[in-house]
Nanobody, 132 residues
Framework: QVQLVESGGGLVQPGGSLRLSCAAS????????IGWFRQAPGKEREGVGC????????YYADSVKGRFTISRDNAKNTVYLQMNSLKPEDTAVYYC?????????????????????????WGQGTQVTVSS
């Protein structure tokens, strides 16, 4: 079972940037679509964006489009979430997730589903706090 580990969270001022990483051990992330989600206190988990396993297709929620970018580094077996122009409303625990069966689950429909049940393997999350 692929296990995902997020890192890179922290405290940043409004307008600042952070880069989150999603890594896996023992499995090549080349074969997995990766979704990024976030959950703020008292709110439902929200799909942020995803990257396809095959053709590099990416999807972003309207709330982050133009500010966040998802990319892969296959040599490092890592998927990144680059977050720029951060706002206080971006404060949340951020998770990466995938489908164990290696279905390409990167789509607007999959990311907007409540719950996002096409994703069945989740990391532990990393806290992002945007505050002055």
């Amino acid at each position: 079972q692929v296990q995902l580990v997020e890192s890179g969270g922290g405290l940043v001022q409004p307008g600042g940037s952070l880069r989150l990483s999603c890594a896996a051990s023992g499995y090549s992330l080349d074969y997995y679509a990766i979704g990024w989600f976030r959950q703020a206190p008292g709110k439902e988990r929200e799909g942020v964006g995803c990257i396809s396993k095959s053709n590099g297709f990416t999807y972003y929620a309207d709330s982050v489009k133009g500010r966040f970018t998802i990319s892969r580094d296959n040599a490092k077996n890592t998927v990144y979430l680059q977050m720029n122009s951060l706002k206080p409303e971006d404060t949340a625990v951020y998770y990466c997730a995938t489908d164990q069966e290696q279905w390409d689950v990167c789509s607007a429909q999959a990311m907007k589903a409540t719950p996002p049940d096409l994703f069945d393997s989740w990391g532990q999350g990393t806290q992002v706090t945007v505050s002055s």
